[in-house]
């Protein structure tokens, strides 16, 4: 028989009172799937809880072209603090097409994973202590379709692009707020990383659209977050030489002749002295994690063979950052950015198996995978199954054009109307380099309202911020990579708690 497991409840004490949708899963799990769940309720909760208190997780399809049979799936997981009240975020990875369980498993989803040491174990849960969802209700969105558990059955029309996937976006929310009216009120912000500096911008003011056109249901829009967000080709074009130099990474004699021969601008260089030395800079930092400087990349001995193979990659790449250590979470550094620290520029952008074949292979997704694609989880959840839509992979391969071109002007026309924006980047990623960032946000000529400072979490510099007139915020993390709550999750949910709530940081 089927077990009737009531994992999630719809009624939280002090709110709203219990909804008919409530979710009862009735499926027949496999037994590591149960022992999952059973562990963190027991381990959290006691030995006699039943079901997790004050969190409800919700996760379906909706419907945004019934003709294609376009559906794009999400995961909603509702605030542990105050649900009825709390801001409602929706988040994004970037990519493109990469699948937003990547922020929900490996960044601020309301669990953490642990790998099984049970060959072919399910990875145990365990309650995140950083959890974005203590603070805001969040849905995880797959789009475009295509991405993660996203589909749509007319498998010809998968090209897509930036202004397309704005207004399936929108559309999905529009549809969203009508199946969840009690969400209309709370104050509702889009985020989003990477690739999503894009989908986020084009995301909101597709809203802004919809808002000044009457179309309903309304959407409490307040503002959008980016963390190391693609934005401009110019500005994160020249990021990376004033970044590398910055960081200790090549000599003060290559910046100056960079300068010199480059004429400070590096991201389109044509004459053949400054073509020369951005290949001595790209000599200098080639074997650095992009992701994280810091970071070495990680293998398993085990793993180390397959990942070889399957991107085709030289066997000199099989020792690089060669460790007999145990692979924690996750160390993993493709398929959430834009990679090769090379600005996007406008048209067809490459596909994800052809970039894999470029990228140094230190990525692990054992987690992810094992746990998106076991059929019984994958039931729970509500996601078609294999045989419907594949295997779950963290970026698919998608036909897509950038062609929204510059993100500023989005950024200007949001801010002037008055919507709010926290631009935060970690400062050691190589990809997106905070240095860009810095760049455009100061070029948009507002007043300084608070000059550069340090920020804190307990007490410990955080990072450094500096605050702008039309409610524009930019802020660094010390020492974190390119997904700054994985890298800094203590850090990351003091700096949205503070900036939802409207502090200072």
């Excluded at 381990?43 to 039943?50: D, E, H, Q, S, W």
């Excluded at 960044?107 to 049970?118: W, Y």
């Excluded at 990383?193 to 309304?218: D, K, L, M, R």
């Amino acid at each position: 028989m089927p077990l009737q497991m009531k994992l999630w409840s719809r009624h939280f004490p002090g709110s709203r009172a219990p909804s008919p949708r409530s979710i009862t899963l009735a499926f027949q799990p496999s037994i590591d799937f149960y022992m999952s769940i059973f562990l963190i309720l027991r381990r959290v909760y006691g030995p006699n809880t039943t079901e997790i208190p004050r969190m409800i997780q919700i996760h379906m399809y909706v419907a945004i072209d019934e003709g294609l049979g376009r559906n794009l799936y999400y995961y909603f997981v509702t605030s542990s603090n105050s649900p009825a009240t709390d801001p409602l975020v929706l988040w994004m990875n970037g990519g493109p097409g990469c699948s937003s369980f990547d922020g929900f498993i490996y960044e601020h989803g309301p669990f953490s994973f642990e790998m099984n040491s049970t060959s072919g174990g399910l990875p145990i849960l365990t309650v995140n202590p950083y959890s974005w969802t203590k603070v805001a209700s969040i849905i995880y969105l797959e789009s475009p379709a295509g991405v993660g558990f996203s589909y749509q059955n007319v498998t010809t029309d998968y090209s897509t692009d930036d202004l397309k996937t704005a207004k399936d976006v929108h559309s999905f929310l529009l549809k969203w707020f009508e199946e969840y009216p009690e969400y209309q009120s709370n104050s509702f912000y889009v985020s989003g990383e990477s690739y999503a500096g894009v989908y986020v911008p084009t995301v909101t003011q597709e809203i802004v659209a919809g808002i000044q056109n009457g179309t309903t249901p309304i959407i409490n829009l307040k503002g959008y977050l980016v963390g190391n967000g693609v934005t401009d080709e110019v500005f994160d074009g020249d990021a990376l030489v004033p970044f590398a130099h910055g960081m200790g990474l090549i000599s003060d004699q290559l910046f100056e002749e960079l300068e010199r021969d480059c004429n400070s601008s590096y991201w389109n260089a044509t004459n053949s002295a400054c073509v020369a030395k951005i290949g001595e800079l790209n000599e200098d930092i080639s074997a650095l994690n992009i992701y994280n400087i810091l970071e070495p990349c990680y293998h398993d001995v085990s793993i180390q063979d397959g990942i070889i193979k399957a991107h085709g990659l030289p066997e000199s790449f099989g020792s690089l950052g060669e460790t007999n250590r145990t692979l924690p979470t996750r160390r993993r550094m493709f398929g959430r950015a834009w990679p090769l620290m090379a600005p996007v520029r406008a048209g067809k952008i490459p596909s994800w198996s052809a970039l894999g074949l470029l990228a140094v292979p230190c990525l692990d997704f054992s987690i992810a995978n094992r746990w998106l694609n076991d059929p019984a989880v994958r039931e729970a959840i509500h996601a078609q199954p294999v045989s419907v839509i594949g295997t779950w992979v963290v970026c698919a391969d998608l036909s897509y054009d950038h062609n929204a071109g510059s993100m500023v002007p989005y950024h200007r026309g949001l801010l002037n109307g008055g919507y709010r924006a926290l631009i935060y980047s970690g400062d050691h990623d190589m990809c997106v380099p905070f240095t860009g960032s810095q760049a455009w946000t100061r070029s948009m000529g507002y007043e300084v309202v608070k000059d550069w400072h340090p920020w804190l979490t307990d007490g410990q510099v955080a990072g450094y911020a500096i605050m702008y007139g039309r409610n524009l915020t930019f802020i660094t993390i010390k020492g974190s990579g390119h997904t700054v709550p994985e890298y800094k999750p203590q850090e990351a949910l003091t700096f949205l708690e503070k900036w939802l709530s409207g502090d200072t940081l």
